[in-house]
């Protein structure tokens, strides 16, 4: 059933719904049989390989920066079989889209990202090949060797079935709107895949401010992922590429929630300063060329507020493992009285069309 916006927030309002959701948090998520899949967005794995090489550029320190390279993540990190498969059974996860942890290989020199990330997605190919119904993925990709890349990107996508692509936000403090990465964009757009924009540890220029002790996660990944993304908006990336799609974890780093502010101060600053600005304004294009993923938000009041700002063809499931409790996030997500044919948008259809599930 299609339901209007406007049924959508009424519903949202009176927290009931006329599509069988219970009223209150949890009513009848149990009880009712399930229709749809439940299809997570953004899961991560890890080749020793690549664990190896961020260990040795680390001295074996485990830090933000280095991403996990040691400790409880590991052996979830590292499986692409039965561990991985018993987990999902546990959750109630029927299908996850793998990503190569965070932070990738955006550290390494160029040779050696471009060698890793062509065996990690080898590799990744072959867990999808063997579990064709549970796992799909998104190439590895080596921004510092962006031509490269985008040829990696099309052998992943043509040969390999890998689903789009990946980038770990910056690369050696540089974002994909600087004219030396818009090959990988090209080449996303030809292609006609996503680009997963997901967090790590904040640029150079960004590092100190956002060093506040137990808010690097919840607060200095948002901004600096978030940023990238209005990098890539006010430099006209999709004036220059309008089919080109960018997927964002974590309900989009709070940009949903900003877009009808960005479009007011856009307007007033460009009639105040007078500079010429983008073809379109911020919303417009996060609207059109962007969707979110629900890792690590999979609570009420977030999930509500972005489903009001985009509608509810724009937002995706993810669970985040192992980075976040698998069970936890269906649990929550399911808790949370939104009208069925939304929730079933959210879970299956939704990642099957961005992704081609």
């Not at 059974?89 to 996850?96: K, R, S, V």
């Not at 062509?118 to 998104?138: E, I, M, W």
């Not at 996660?217 to 209005?230: D, I, K, L, S």
């Not at 417009?284 to 489903?307: D, K, Q």
Request: glycine fraction near 10%.
């Amino acid at each position: 059933m299609t339901i209007s916006k406007r049924q959508f927030l009424q519903s949202l309002a009176a927290g009931v719904t006329a599509w069988g959701v219970g009223a209150r948090r949890g009513a009848g998520a149990a009880s009712a049989p399930r229709t749809y899949r439940r299809i997570a967005c953004e899961e991560a794995f890890a080749t020793p390989e690549v664990i190896a090489e961020l260990s040795r550029l680390a001295g074996g320190k485990a830090s933000m920066k280095s991403g996990p390279i040691a400790g409880p993540f590991m052996p979830d990190l590292l499986d692409l079989g039965e561990r991985r498969l018993q987990g999902m059974d546990a959750a109630g996860i029927d299908m996850q889209l793998l990503t190569l942890v965070s932070p990738g290989v955006q550290l390494f020199a160029p040779g050696t990202a471009l060698a890793l990330a062509r065996d990690v997605n080898d590799r990744l190919a072959d867990a999808v090949r063997a579990h064709p119904t549970r796992f799909a993925g998104l190439a590895t990709l080596a921004p510092q060797a962006a031509a490269e890349s985008a040829k990696e990107l099309e052998r992943a996508v043509t040969r390999l079935g890998l689903r789009g692509g990946m980038v770990n936000s910056h690369t050696n403090g540089e974002y994909l709107d600087d004219p030396k990465y818009w090959p990988l964009l090209e080449a996303a757009q030809a292609l006609d895949v996503p680009l997963y924009i997901h967090p790590r540890d904040p640029s150079p220029g960004l590092e100190q401010p956002l060093a506040v002790p137990g808010y690097a996660v919840g607060w200095g990944y948002a901004v600096e992922t978030g940023t990238h993304a209005v990098r890539l908006m006010g430099a006209g990336i999709f004036d220059r590429y309008p089919r080109l799609r960018i997927v964002l974890g974590h309900l989009g780093e709070t940009l949903p929630l900003l877009l009808d502010r960005f479009d007011n101060r856009y307007r007033w600053q460009r009639e105040l300063f007078g500079f010429k600005g983008t073809e379109r304004l911020p919303g417009e294009y996060f609207r059109e060329n962007f969707v979110v993923t629900t890792s690590g938000m999979n609570y009420a009041a977030p999930l509500t507020a972005t489903l009001e700002a985009l509608g509810p063809d724009k937002v995706l499931f993810a669970a985040d493992f192992p980075m976040e409790v698998q069970k936890d996030a269906v649990d929550g997500l399911e808790a949370i009285a939104i009208p069925a044919d939304v929730k079933r948008r959210i879970f299956d259809t939704n990642p099957a069309r961005v992704f081609r599930l």
